[in-house]
């Protein structure tokens, strides 16, 4: 099968590398650096059970999806749009589209953009992008897709690949209990600039209580947007730390590589959808802010797909 990736950051890259190892025909549209160094010696995947360069090819334009019968959509939320309208000129009429992305929106929002039928997918993973044309996977893999006519081959085709699929009648609870997780970890990781295994193992420190505060706060939000969040979802955050403890959050893997991360679709969705439903996030919002204020330091950065 031929399968092109958008984004291949560190979730592109895992996903794309572990079906190219299965025998698909993958590209990543990725970086320039990461790009070069794919096309010279290959994708190195390093996971918990294997290390091996995988033959990928690799490009920085969006036309290298021409005539891909799967797009993984793996962009940061900021670029949706803008990777979206590069992409559409070159997306097959009968193409699935999978977005693997962070927030609850984001397959919404590209659909709209692309005119093309988009299935939403939560990604439970830990990955790094290590060294150009290196990606490290710390934990866990699995995703949840929503259903559609293409949901069961999806599954079967990643499943072969050893890439585990629930195709779930529920995928709006489940993008809400990512993104809960991610309001969680994500900007304590970068302010901090530590691992969640760290964050958590802090004897002395309310780690457990703060978390909770933000999760209170998330719930809130997602009971008044019509969202039933699983029961255990507190119970989910505080566990987290335990299956990927050498994690650092992708939005601390953002700012440490200079580059704006998504926080404004993570805690600022948060801040913003209570705002217009009068509910207060000072959690939230002091996580944004100070995320943003981070960012407002760095460096300038040339664009590009990751």
Not at 170 to 199: D, F, H, Q
Not at 256 to 283: C, F, M, Q
């Amino acid at each position: 099968m031929k399968i092109a990736v958008m984004g291949a950051g560190a979730v592109g890259c895992y996903y794309g590398g572990m079906l190219a190892r299965a025998g698909h025909e993958v590209t990543l549209i990725a970086r320039a650096h990461h790009a070069t160094a794919i096309n010279a010696s290959g994708l190195l995947l390093e996971t918990q059970a294997f290390t091996e360069r995988v033959r990928v090819a690799a490009s920085t334009d969006a036309s290298a999806a021409d005539g891909a019968q799967w797009v993984l959509f793996c962009v940061k939320s900021t670029d949706t749009e803008s990777a979206g309208r590069a992409l559409a000129p070159h997306l097959a009429e009968g193409a699935v589209v999978l977005s693997l992305q962070n927030g609850v929106d984001n397959a919404e929002r590209l659909q709209a953009t692309i005119g093309h039928p988009v299935i939403p997918a939560v990604v439970c993973v830990a990955t790094e992008m290590a060294g150009p044309g290196h990606v490290r996977h710390h934990g866990r893999g699995e995703l949840v897709i929503a259903p559609s006519p293409a949901s069961a081959d999806i599954a079967a085709t990643l499943g072969s690949a050893g890439v585990p699929v629930q195709v779930s009648d529920n995928v709006a609870s489940a993008l809400w209990a990512k993104l809960v997780l991610n309001c969680a970890y994500n900007a304590l990781s970068a302010i901090t600039r530590l691992p969640y295994g760290e964050i958590m193992n802090s004897p002395g420190l309310a780690v457990p209580q703060v978390m909770q505060d933000i999760v209170h706060e998330c719930q809130r939000v997602a009971q008044a947007s019509g969202i039933a969040l699983p029961a255990d979802t507190l119970d989910a955050v505080l566990h987290l730390a335990a299956t990927m403890p050498g994690q650092m959050s992708s939005t601390a893997q953002d700012l440490a590589r200079g580059k704006r991360s998504e926080i404004d679709h993570l805690n600022g969705y948060i801040v913003r959808r209570g705002e217009a439903l009068g509910i207060a996030t000072p959690v939230n919002r002091l996580l944004h802010t100070l995320v943003r204020l981070l960012e407002r330091h760095l460096p300038a950065q040339a664009g590009g797909a990751a």
